[in-house]
């Protein structure tokens, strides 16, 4: 079984004081798919470097409960401290532009997305293509942030919660309403044999703003975040295979950066990885705006309805590239979406098939707004027939 650790009181607050920052007005340019790491490390929104002090002050008795997801079944047992809110707690990482990787307070292995992956897998880079350099957004934790690690899982149970300041080393469960995570880092764990995502959003009304999610340890099985009922701010997810899976409704990403996904050319179950920006199973009322999505080799955004109807959903004012289509639409056994809006987002020229940035059946694309948007090189907007 896993641990958790339960915010005690109703809009209880982790937190570490954080010195006055200033936002850049950017990231650093990404340049090809090969080196966006680099530019990543360089800015504010890579792996922030954790400076040595103590980890956030934890109650004596140890808290476990039960798998939150399907997903739990491939990570071996860990126990994790109840946390319980600091009246004065002493910042133990530092969100910083240095273009070191990140060096942990303890022993573990330094967080890095381009870490060697399990020996169970065999992990290759995304496509050589070249993002334009104007791609950048100012996202993830703020530099000159100060972060109080917390050391094991955390699992939010109240209703209303703040998590803020915080370096989380382990899964972070959200499974109360109206929850928010700000300023914040979550790592994930090693010894993870299945799936498993770094964020589990499984009740409604979650905000995370400002923060970063990056695989501590890198493998086939970890992603970004799943669930439904989450708004994602600023947030940047690199360093895992799928950045954002959707099982659910009502669900926005604005403003976000997705980049950098593992690909494994194989897995235990002897196939590769099929890395997605963001892959849409079930739901309704989902909006993707303002937006970065680029270095996979499968999509930026998939509609799978592997699970259920897909409607309403808006893709609009983004620049994404790569993937063998950027965004694919499939209607399996529940037949066309509907509500689908395509419109006024630039598209890299990127892709394995040239120029394909929306490929679906006619069923769909002919019942969907699909408007206002173009090719970094100036070829005509089409979109791609598929089934």
Not at 26 to 42: E, I
Not at 252 to 261: E, F, K, R, V
Not at 343 to 368: E, L, R, Y
Request: hydrophobic content about 35%; some cysteine.
């Amino acid at each position: 079984m896993l641990a958790s650790a339960a915010i005690l009181a109703t809009g209880a607050a982790l937190s570490a004081s954080a010195a006055p920052v200033d936002r850049p007005a950017s990231l650093a340019a990404l340049p090809a798919v090969d080196a966006v790491r680099d530019a990543a490390t360089a800015s504010r929104s890579a792996v922030r470097s954790a400076a040595p002090a103590t980890p956030a002050p934890t109650s004596s008795a140890a808290v476990t409960d039960p798998p939150a997801t399907p997903e739990d079944a491939g990570r071996p047992p860990v126990t994790s401290q109840s946390a319980t809110p600091s009246p004065s707690p002493s910042p133990s990482a530092t969100a910083s532009s240095s273009p070191s990787p990140s060096a942990s307070a303890s022993p573990s292995p330094s967080a890095s997305p381009s870490a060697s992956p399990s020996p169970s897998a065999s992990q290759t880079s995304s496509p050589p293509a070249a993002a334009p350099s104007s791609w950048s957004l100012p996202v993830g934790v703020p530099a000159g942030t100060s972060l109080t690690v917390h050391n094991g899982d955390l699992t939010v149970t109240t209703a209303g919660a703040v998590i803020s300041n915080l370096d989380i080393r382990g899964y972070l469960r959200i499974k109360a309403p109206n929850v928010t995570v700000k300023n914040t880092i979550v790592r994930g764990a090693p010894g993870l044999t299945g799936s498993m995502s770094l964020v589990q959003a499984s009740s409604t009304g979650t905000k995370i703003i400002d923060s970063e999610l990056v695989a501590q340890y890198p493998t086939w099985g970890i992603d970004g975040i799943v669930g439904s009922g989450f708004t994602l701010t600023r947030v940047n997810i690199h360093g895992v295979v799928d950045s954002v899976k959707i099982t659910g409704d009502n669900v926005t990403i604005d403003s976000s950066w997705l980049h950098d996904n593992l690909y494994y050319a194989s897995t235990p179950s002897g196939h590769d990885t099929h890395n997605d920006n963001i892959q849409i199973q079930v739901g309704t009322n989902i909006t993707v705006r303002n937006s970065v999505l680029t270095s996979t080799r499968y999509t930026g955004m998939i509609i799978t309805q592997d699970t259920g109807d897909v409607s309403n959903v808006t893709f609009t004012n983004n620049r994404a590239d790569n993937g063998s289509c950027t965004i694919n639409i499939a209607e399996k056994s529940y037949g066309p979406i509907h509500g689908l809006t395509i419109a006024d987002n630039v598209f890299g020229i990127g892709q394995t098939n040239p120029h394909c940035a929306v490929i679906g059946p006619d069923s769909t694309t002919k019942i969907s707004t699909i408007t206002g948007n173009s090719f970094t090189d100036g070829t005509t907007f089409r979109v791609s027939p598929g089934n």
